[in-house]
């Protein structure tokens, strides 16, 4: 763990050296135990992500207070059964991606009075396995979405397809931020385009991201079976 702060630190130092706009940096402490994120919380990082309801909740509990003022993203694919347990401990949904999920959200948010901010997943990488909503289908997923009153749409969490060359990736982050912008234009309080990991977060920024999602970068290896 000595090195979280020496890695959040570059990866800061990175982004002031690339660009003036603001930059949010997600932690991405999934598979990582709950001593990870209290480090990243004393090194000054004000957003944890996790990506799985099982892994995540013994964890938050596990840090308890330390979390306060640290706003929690939900990152990995949702399924409809976990959603409660999603808006009951998130402070936004990044990977939303279907109706039925957004109709199971909407409820538990109503039911909690709150209103749930979600990110809308777009897969650009056309893959079958992956899941997201078609970018030719995200402004009319987006529209069907108005009915749902206690879901607020802050933005778009764009994933690119594995590659050799990360070099490849900024055709797919083009795609993202065009149609990011595209969106923005038309819906107030659109404003989040998360894209960009440790390997890819140059890329991603240098092409309009203004967050971005990084594990392994800040965290080193994963931890796997030790959570």
Not at 39 to 60: D, M, N, T, W, Y
Not at 149 to 157: E, V
Request: hydrophobic share 35%; proline share 2%.
């Amino acid at each position: 763990m000595e090195n979280i702060n020496k890695n959040i630190r570059i990866i800061h130092d990175t982004i002031n050296s690339m660009v003036s706009r603001s930059i949010e940096l997600v932690a991405v402490t999934k598979t990582f135990p709950s001593q990870y994120i209290v480090e990243a919380l004393k090194c000054g990082v004000k957003h944890i992500g996790e990506s799985r309801i099982q892994e995540a909740l013994p964890k938050f509990e596990q840090v308890g207070e330390a979390l306060k003022g640290a706003k929690k993203h939900f990152i990995g694919h949702l399924q409809t059964n976990k959603a409660k347990k999603a808006v009951e401990n998130f402070d936004l949904i990044q990977s939303l991606d279907s109706l039925d999920l957004a109709h199971s959200i909407n409820k538990h948010a109503l039911s909690c009075q709150k209103i749930q901010e979600c990110l809308i997943e777009v897969k650009v990488s056309g893959e079958s396995s992956k899941t997201g909503i078609s970018p030719e289908n995200v402004k009319d997923f987006y529209c069907s979405l108005c009915k749902f009153s206690n879901i607020a749409i802050r933005g778009l969490m764009i994933i690119p397809p594995l590659l050799d060359d990360i070099e490849r990736s900024r055709a797919y982050f083009k795609q993202g931020y065009t149609l990011f912008n595209e969106m923005k234009e038309q819906n107030d309080g659109f404003d989040i385009l998360s894209m960009g990991m440790s390997d890819d977060y140059k890329i991603a920024i240098e092409e309009g991201s203004n967050m971005i999602r990084i594990g392994s970068a800040i965290f080193g290896s994963r931890v796997y079976g030790n959570c």
